[in-house]
């Protein structure tokens, strides 16, 4: 397993392509770990589990496969919303949405843990920021609600522009992003994009992970 500090793993990150594997969307010719190393070979520098239904150990098991995957890859891995299945399992990091373990609890429990959270607006960003979260994504940029039934409406790239114009943190754009329209959200600022879908639920997850990233990269480039 690679060890390493939280700062260094923040510093090698690439934000571009952030894949949240959901059990829920996968295709039914994939499993997860086969889902998770296609993106990997398409250039994702980040991998969420974000598992809704499994019991903990499932979890913790699922979460050092996914692990050692990343390692491979010098990728970061993220749990969403379990700090203790993230410690349990040894991993990157944790994303921590506004219903979970405050930003500042989890800080003080896991030094050492990459802490994500997520934000609609500049207010919530700068007060996540203080709290001690090393990102945030921030949504919903469009339609949402296939993958998220509770997703706020949408809120349109400029919300990346807003927050990142607050915050000295990676921001990452998420909320129906395809790679139809990520090149509008990283010219407003954001670091990179995450998806579920358009990843987990391809045809070819390897190539949806490289035109995501390619989209990206246009709209970095425009900035």
Sequence with gaps: MRVSSRQEKLERTDWRAYVILDPR???????????????????????????????????????????????????L???????DVALA????????????????RARAIAPDLVIGSSAGTAEVAKFLQGQGADYLGVG??????????????????????????????????????TADNAAAVSAHGAAGVAVIRQVVASDDPEAATRALRQAVDRGLKSR
């Design 140 to 177: 919903a940029i469009y339609d949402a609600h296939p993958s998220k039934p509770d997703a706020s409406a949408p809120r349109g790239p400029q919300a990346v522009a807003l927050v990142t114009s607050q915050v000295e943190i990676p921001v990452v754009g998420i909320g129906g992003i």
């Design 89 to 104: 399992a040894g991993c990157d990091g944790v994303h921590l949405g506004p219903h979970d373990i405050p930003v500042e």
């Design 25 to 75: 969307f996968l295709h039914k010719e994939r499993d997860l770990l086969e889902t998770a190393q296609l993106a990997l070979r398409g250039g994702a520098g980040v991998l969420q589990l974000r598992d809704k239904e499994s019991d903990a150990q499932t979890l913790v098991e699922r979460a050092q496969a996914l692990q050692d995957l990343c390692d491979g890859y010098d990728a």
């Design 77 to 83: 891995f993220i749990v969403n919303d379990r700090v």
